[in-house]
């Protein structure tokens, strides 16, 4: 019985999902499907251009393994690219592409502006009678690469940025938007390109404003009558960064002046770079026309930022503001506060003020204390199942599979430190620690325990793995 594409390639999934991190996978891997097979050649549908230029630079060598494991030394894999998804018929253009290793670069053609900036342009950002011949890009000086941590919550997107930075309007990435929730530095991404750009290309006419201010500038042009001075400024303009495009929702006549604006900076070969709260599927109250210009290029998510990554952003702060922290003291609001960035540096600076009026030494002691307000949970219970979590989490192994009769020796190990730290965390009885993790009996709790003392005392690794996992359950 001969195969399908679908089974082909969701056989070639399943390899590449373990040999990559989950986020990567999730990322480049999950929004592609499968189109056709003919003979030995596999065809796959990627989201855009940009989609094909990183899987060959990044994923080539994994990917010819993987079809050819599943068709032979023959299969080869071909691309079916997304170009255009505005198409009248309803179904999007698209063109193909062979995989050949060699990441191809995106074509974009360039155009003249028709309009210059000068004296006649009014800057709407000057206050009125005031004459400035430059630019000024309204970007904050603090926002840049250097200032932003990388970390798997954000690695898409900075890449994306580094690149839109080095080449504005020559990527497949334009427009570039970049999504996610309050404070997990959207803004301070979109800048970071725009003061990048600055630094290395000077001469490049680069304006950030946020939704609500053009939309403000917008209605005082309509009242002054001057709605061309404000078209031509932002037309004449390389680098547009929109910020919080999710506020254009309900204003038609402001979505319609930007729709023209983009389409102009596009066709121009001009970069566009955009900022949103949702995604721009889940975007509501934009016209489709605009929404569907939104998604033509590379739509990048900041996600919430792991501990490791909170732990970089804090000392990075700590480090720019000439301040020592001990680590715990650090760790600790790290590990408590997984909102967002700004909420972290706040309760941070909110330490440190603290600290200074009362004249006292920052320690864990007074970090739980002074933290209350922004912590919603400084001490939450723990439970076997927490601790289950943890230690699953900390040897990155399925949970269920700890309370299955699985022997294998990493299952074994999370399964043993499980059960001690249960019988010293908890008021659980053995018989309980037992009957929690797989209906074991009191006395394999008691082996558990004795075992893990003893790998204690003798394996110096094996009990730094046990001192980490309860430092976490401190923090907790």
């Known amino acids: 019985m001969e195969k ?10 399943q390899i590449i999902k373990d040999n990559i991190p989950t986020q990567s996978f999730k990322t480049w891997f999950e929004p592609i499907s499968a189109l056709k097979l003919e003979g030995k050649v596999l065809t796959i549908q990627v989201p855009s251009l940009f989609f094909y230029e990183w899987l060959e630079e990044h994923y080539v060598g994994l990917l010819r393994k993987t079809v050819k494991k599943q068709l032979g030394d023959e299969g080869r894999l071909e691309y079916n690219i997304v170009v255009d998804k505005s198409s009248s018929t309803g179904n999007p253009y698209t063109t193909n592409m062979p995989s050949n290793g060699n990441g191809a670069e995106a074509k974009i053609q360039s155009m003249p502006i028709p309009v210059a900036i000068n004296k006649d342009i009014k800057n709407p950002f000057i206050v009125p009678g005031l004459k400035k011949m430059n630019v000024d890009p309204q970007l904050n000086s603090n926002y840049t690469f250097e200032n932003y941590i990388e970390g798997d919550c954000n690695r898409l997107a900075r890449s994306a940025g580094y690149a839109v930075a080095a080449k ?6 334009n427009p570039l938007m970049i999504y996610g929730g ?19 290309m000077p001469d490049k006419l680069v304006i950030y404003v946020s939704c609500e201010k053009f939309c403000q500038q917008f209605v005082d042009s309509l009242k002054n009558n001057t709605i061309n001075d404000f078209v031509n400024f932002y037309q004449a303009m390389d680098v547009i960064i929109m910020d919080d495009v999710h506020n254009f929702a309900g204003k038609e006549k402001t979505q319609d002046i930007f729709f023209h ?56 702060k700590m480090y720019a503001d000439g301040i020592e922290l001990p680590s715990d003291v650090i760790e600790y609001v790290a590990h408590n506060i997984d909102n967002n960035i700004r909420e972290l540096e706040g ?11 009362n004249k006292k030494e920052i320690d864990l002691a007074l970090a739980k204390t002074m933290l209350k307000n922004f912590i919603k949970h400084t001490s939450k219970e723990i439970s076997m199942e927490f601790i289950q979590k943890l230690v699953c989490e900390y040897f990155e ?10 022997r294998k020796r990493e299952i074994v190990q999370a399964r043993q430190i499980s059960m001690y730290l249960s019988k010293s965390h908890t008021k659980s009885s053995l018989k309980s620690i037992g009957a929690f993790f797989g209906g074991r009996d009191h006395s394999t709790v008691i082996y558990a325990c004795q075992t ?15 001192h980490d996992i309860q430092k976490k359950l401190k923090m907790s």
Not at 4 to 13: A, H, I, M, S
Request: one cysteine or more.
């Open 261 to 316: 604006i983009f389409n102009h900076l596009h066709q121009s070969g001009k970069q566009v770079i955009l900022s949103s709260d949702k995604s721009p599927k889940d975007l509501s109250g934009l016209e489709e026309r605009l929404l569907s210009r939104f998604k033509w290029g590379l739509s990048a998510d900041l996600q919430v930022p792991d501990l490791e990554t909170r732990i970089a952003i804090l000392k990075k």
């Open 452 to 466: 893990v003392e003893d790998l204690i005392e003798t394996d110096k690794k094996f009990k730094g793995y046990v």
């Open 347 to 357: 309760a941070m600076v909110s330490l440190l003020a603290q600290s200074t009026m």
């Open 397 to 406: 192994v399925p949970a269920d599979m700890v309370k299955s009769p699985t």
């Open 4 to 13: 399908t594409c679908t089974e082909v390639w969701k056989n070639c999934l």
């Open 182 to 200: 309050v404070g997990l530095g959207k803004t301070h991404l979109a800048q970071a390109i725009g003061n990048e750009i600055k630094r290395t």
């Open 168 to 173: 504005p309007g020559g990527t497949s990435f």
